[in-house]
Structures are given as C-alpha cells and as structure tokens.
C-alpha cells in the first residue's frame, strides 16, 4: 500500500512538473534586424502566442551571418521550450546548399512547433528605375555595362538565391549587394542607393501601398493573392523560375513531449484564431498552419534540389 502511494504522489509530481511549463517569459529570436519583415511576424505572433501559455514571449534579435548566429543561439540553447526561433528556408535549407560548415545542422539540431505560412519574394524597384516589367529590365541592363545593382537581406538567404537564379535563368546583367537585413536594404532601395531588391511580400506591400517601390515581378509558380496584379517571373518566359520562402517556428531538438505539444497547441490555435490570421495576412504572409512534421519533409526535400540548382548555377559555395 505504502510502495503504491508514493508511486502515485511521484506520478501527480512528475504531472505537475509538466503542466506547469511555461514557468517563466520566453524568448523568441528573430535572425534579422528589427523592422524586417521576420521581425514584423514575430512581434505580431508573440502577444498572442503568449497570451495562449500565460507567459509573456520576449521578441529578440539576432541578426547576422544570413540568420546563422540566431540558428545557432538555438543550437545552443537548451531543449526546454524556453528558446524559440521564427525564420525562413533561408535558414533551413538555403544556407545549407550555400554554405560550408554552418554552426548548426537544419536536419538534426531543430525541432519544428509548426510551418505558420509562406511569403513569395517580389523582385522590386525604385520608381525610378525604367523598367515595370522583367523584359524592360532586361533591356536595361543590356544599356548598362557594370550590370544593375539588387539587394537582399543577407549572403546566403532566400532572396540572394532569388537573384542569382534569377540572373542565370534570364541572362540578365546583376550584381549581388548583401545587407544585414530587410530593413536597410528596403531602406536603400527606396533611397536610390540602389535600384533593385529581392523580397518578402511582408516587407514590400507597406512600401508599395506608400509609392515608394514598385514590383516587377514575383517569384512563386502562380500569382500571389497578396498581390493579385503583379505578374510571375514565370509569366516572362521562364516557367522554370520558383523561389517561395517558408517561416517556421522551431526550437532545440530534443524537448519533452509535454512542452512540445503544449507549444505546439498554442501555436496552431494562435494561427487559426479569425483576427491573428487576418493580421497576418494584411502583412502579405499567405497564411497556412501546417504541424512540425512538415518541417522535416521539406528540409529533406528541397535541401537537395538547392545543392544541385546552386551546382548547376555554379554559384560559389562559401
């Protein structure tokens, strides 16, 4: 009777130790500057992200090395739930096709809470620029011997490897500036520093509602109902031509069922609740929650397909 007893008090013990995750704040890290685009999502999912845990989630940035430093931060961290990361596939999958040892492993140092939507990058430019169509640029950089200038948030991320497929598929004449993120390469762009950019939908509808960019293109398969009017790289004659980031809520592999699945309800009721999915959606994220193994289907999947494309492009490894 006594050896009973004390089984079930160390049971109820071990229940209520489980339950009572989150004890604390947590922090949520974003590998971008603040006022990105990533940055823009999390802090619109931390409130109420945390008002479904009953604890407060912390937004903070880590910016640099392509979300490399951030990544790692959560390679790091222990697999408590405490630490969480919101990113793309730039973490995921496309610095991993681009670079040589990498401080963390996609595959086996994260575990997903959930896939929460994808953004399609727009190839944009300051108004400027004459050029509103893929074939006018084109034609523009033919007239224009050093090439033309396009920005991305980072070496390595989804919108550098936009750009390079981009130039190799349609031949046309671009040089790569990296930025340390979406913020001060949308802020360059509209300055006129320079005339190019690749990115997020999240990032370029506030900018392009404002006049102060223009959109000549997007880079997903079919035309985003963000924004329905601008037309396919696609649709210029290059059928091939698809690069569509994917944000996903992950956290170190290895944490206890209980606080996985705890997050993981939150998360999914967080994305699916009427009011933050519209909010989400006003940003340009096409909102769609998919449970954490998604997350190992595609890094498995496209990771891959990227190593053989940036081979075939021969975009250089670092």
């Known amino acids: 009777m006594k050896k009973s007893l004390l089984t079930l008090l160390l049971c109820s013990f071990a229940c209520l130790s489980h339950a009572a995750f989150p004890e604390r704040a947590i922090t949520l890290i974003v590998p971008y500057p603040a006022g990105g685009a990533t940055d823009t999502l999390a802090r619109k999912i931390a409130?109420?992200?945390g008002q479904r845990l009953g604890q407060t989630v912390i937004v903070e940035n880590r910016a640099g090395a392509g979300t490399a430093i951030g990544a790692a931060a959560i390679a790091r961290s222990p697999a408590d739930g405490y630490t969480l990361l919101i990113s793309s596939n730039t973490t995921f999958t496309v610095n991993a096709?681009?670079?040589?040892?990498?401080?963390?492993?996609?595959?086996?140092d994260f575990e997903s809470i959930g896939l929460i939507g994808t953004s399609p990058l727009v190839l944009l430019a300051n108004p400027k620029v004459e050029a509103n169509?893929?074939?006018?640029?084109?034609?523009?950089?033919?007239?224009?011997?050093?090439?033309?200038?396009?920005g991305s948030f980072g070496v390595g991320t989804s919108a550098h490897l936009a750009g390079e497929m981009f130039k190799?598929?349609?031949?046309?004449?671009?040089?790569?500036?990296?930025?340390?993120?979406?913020?001060?390469?949308?802020?360059?762009?509209?300055g006129g520093q320079i005339p190019?950019?690749?990115?997020?939908?999240?990032?370029?509808?506030?900018?392009?509602?404002?006049?102060?960019?223009?959109a000549i293109a997007v880079t997903s398969g079919q035309r985003t109902p963000?924004?329905?009017?601008?037309?396919?790289?696609a649709e210029a004659g290059y059928p091939d031509y698809e690069m569509v980031p994917w944000i996903a809520l992950v956290a170190r592999r290895g944490m206890a069922p209980e606080v996985s699945a705890r997050l993981?309800?939150?998360l999914r009721d967080c994305i699916n609740d009427p009011v933050v999915k519209a909010d989400l959606q006003k940003t340009g994220l096409d909102v769609n929650y998919q449970p954490g193994k998604?997350?190992?289907?595609?890094?498995?999947?496209?990771?891959?397909?990227?190593?053989?494309?940036?081979?075939?492009?021969?975009?250089p490894v670092q």
């Open 47 to 49: 409130g109420p992200l």
């Open 226 to 233: 963000q924004m329905p009017q601008v037309p396919t790289v």
């Open 264 to 266: 993981t309800k939150a």
């Open 196 to 214: 190019l950019s690749f990115d997020t939908t999240v990032a370029a509808m506030p900018q392009m509602a404002a006049g102060k960019v223009k």
């Open 294 to 315: 998604v997350y190992d289907q595609r890094v498995a999947q496209e990771l891959p397909l990227l190593r053989a494309y940036v081979h075939r492009a021969n975009i």
């Open 97 to 108: 096709a681009l670079k040589n040892n990498l401080p963390y492993d996609p595959q086996t």
């Open 168 to 190: 190799v598929m349609t031949g046309t004449n671009l040089v790569h500036v990296a930025y340390k993120g979406s913020a001060p390469a949308m802020n360059d762009l509209i």
């Open 133 to 150: 169509t893929v074939k006018e640029l084109q034609a523009l950089a033919k007239r224009t011997p050093t090439g033309l200038n396009f």
